[in-house]
């Protein structure tokens, strides 16, 4: 069973604040991916990352940015993070050949005050 | 910019009914329409994907339309239970060297009534 683990599922942070959610996949995708879920806004891509080291800016990177040195993990930072970044972060993986599934994990509530 | 768009918001169905999810969207690059649903708690799960070149697939009680003239696709649930109540997305892709970004609908609030 293909597995998504995100490093929290509810913070609380201040604003000003720098932010890391971490994302650890066990099933040796290429491909990762950063979402936002908010309230009538579906889910937006942050950024992407097809392999070791590489990242693709998605639809609202502004005020982000990411990182992976391991195939199996990809974080992202808030570098001050702001009231406007409250959301629902949803960390997804897959592979890379075709029309793959991605799948997602459970999510991670963030609250910035 | 909403590139899918997706209808209703809400919808309110009674058990054993069919309820009938809508999306449009405006890319003629896209080439493949994946439905994901979301449990409360829970990250999205592939339900059912469909490509342009045929107008229907089904799988079980969920079935997705597909309008290619029209730019729309649908998802509707046969002999809906109460268990199907959750949150439904549609998405659209293009295939980018072996890359491939979702562009997801803003989602469906489906409950299912008892």
């Known amino acids: 069973d293909v597995k998504v683990t995100q490093s929290s599922r509810y913070l609380v942070k201040r604003t000003g604040e720098k932010v890391f959610l971490e994302c650890v996949q066990d099933?040796?995708?290429?491909?990762m991916f950063w979402y936002r879920q908010d309230p009538g806004l579906g889910l937006r891509l942050i950024y992407f990352?097809?392999?070791?080291?590489?990242?693709e800016k998605g639809d609202i990177p502004e005020g982000y940015s990411v990182s992976r040195e391991k195939k199996e993990r990809f974080s992202l930072i808030l570098e001050s993070a702001s009231t406007n970044q409250t959301s629902m972060y949803l960390c997804a993986s897959s592979f890379s050949e075709g029309r793959e599934t991605q799948y997602f994990g459970p999510g991670t509530r963030l609250l910035v005050l | 910019q909403q590139q899918v768009k997706q209808s209703p918001q809400s919808l309110i169905v009674q058990k054993g009914g069919i309820p009938i999810i809508n999306c449009a969207y405006e890319?003629?690059?896209?080439?493949?329409f994946p439905w994901y649903q979301q449990f409360p708690g829970k990250g999205p799960a592939l339900l059912i994907a469909i490509r342009p070149d045929v107008s229907e697939k089904k799988e079980g009680r969920f079935t997705i339309s597909f309008n290619k003239s029209a730019k729309q696709f649908s998802l509707h649930i046969m002999d809906s239970q109460p268990g199907d109540s959750a949150t439904y997305f549609c998405?659209?892709?293009?295939?980018?060297?072996?890359?491939?970004?979702?562009?997801f609908g803003t989602g469906t609030r489906l409950t299912i009534i008892p």
């Open positions: 990352s097809y392999d070791v080291k590489m990242k």
């Open positions: 099933m040796d995708h290429e491909n």
């Open positions: 998405a659209a892709s293009i295939q980018d060297f072996g890359n491939e970004k979702l562009t």
């Open positions: 890319n003629t690059a896209f080439d493949y």
